[in-house]
T-cell receptor, first 110, second 113 residues
Framework: QQPVQSPQAVILREGEDAVINCSSS?????VHWYRQKHGEAPVFLMI?????EQKGHEKISASFNEKKQQSSLYLTASQLSYSGTYFC???????????FGKGTMLLVSP | SQTIHQWPATLVQPVGSPLSLECTVE??????LYWYRQAAGRGLQLLFY??????ISSEVPQNLSASRPQDRQFILSSKKLLLSDSGFYLC????????????FGDGTRLSIL
């Protein structure tokens, strides 16, 4: 079943923070986060494997609450280059396929 | 390092014509391979995935098919295209274990006239 992402869209000014959420109704093995610029392929950001795990990539970090079957992506001090659509992909235990959410469009303006 | 090639980048086809999109991966062995379709402004829909030569799993019933004739080659085909087949087609690969990231090719933008 497709994970639910929220919000659907976010508009920020450069330097502001944002949180993107991803929730699933099924037990998860991992959560993957990708960013897609317009007209381009998705680019891998990070993967979270354990309940409660947090990871970071520059000023982008994420958490994964296994019990709640939820993950959140945190973008701090946003930069213009952060603009794009963010997708979470969820992986069920025993499977090597991902089910992607519908995406969250992020626009960072100067 | 590993690279993934997908071609063509853009394709315009008439309704009812056949289709063949090709994807190859370099620098790795026995990868998992995936075909996704993305409609305009929409999310990623998994069409097919493969864990080995000749092993294809279909996720969505449609008039498309996939084949894996070689370890690092994945082909998406159709005998007769429909208008609804338009979209952005993406090939991806991953190391064949759970919890591994998928890496996408540059995609093929397919328009059906």
């Amino acid at each position: 079943q497709q994970p639910v992402q929220s919000p659907q869209a976010v508009i920020l000014r450069e330097g502001e923070d944002a949180v993107i959420n991803c929730s699933s109704s099924k037990a998860l093995y991992s959560v993957h986060w990708y960013r897609q610029k317009h007209g381009e392929a998705p680019v891998f950001l990070m993967i979270l494997l354990k309940g409660g795990e947090q990871k970071g990539h520059e000023k982008i970090s994420a958490s994964f609450n296994e019990k709640k079957q939820q993950s959140s992506l945190y973008l701090t001090a946003s930069q213009l280059s952060y603009s794009g659509t963010y997708f979470c992909g969820t992986e069920k235990p025993g499977y090597s396929t991902l089910t992607f959410g519908k995406g969250t469009m992020l626009l960072v303006s100067p | 390092s590993q690279t993934i090639h997908q071609w063509p980048a853009t394709l315009v086809q008439p309704v009812g014509s056949p289709l063949s999109l090709e994807c190859t991966v370099e620098g790795t062995s026995n990868p998992n391979l995936y075909w996704y379709r993305q409609a305009a402004g929409r999310g990623l829909q998994l069409l097919f995935y493969s864990v080995g030569i000749g092993q294809i799993s279909s996720e969505v019933p449609q008039n498309l098919s996939a084949s894996r004739p070689q370890d690092r080659q994945f082909i998406l085909s159709s005998k007769k295209l429909l208008l609804s087949d338009s979209g952005f087609y993406l090939c991806a690969w991953s190391v064949p274990y759970s919890g591994q990231p998928q890496h996408f090719g540059d995609g093929t933008r397919l328009s059906i006239l």
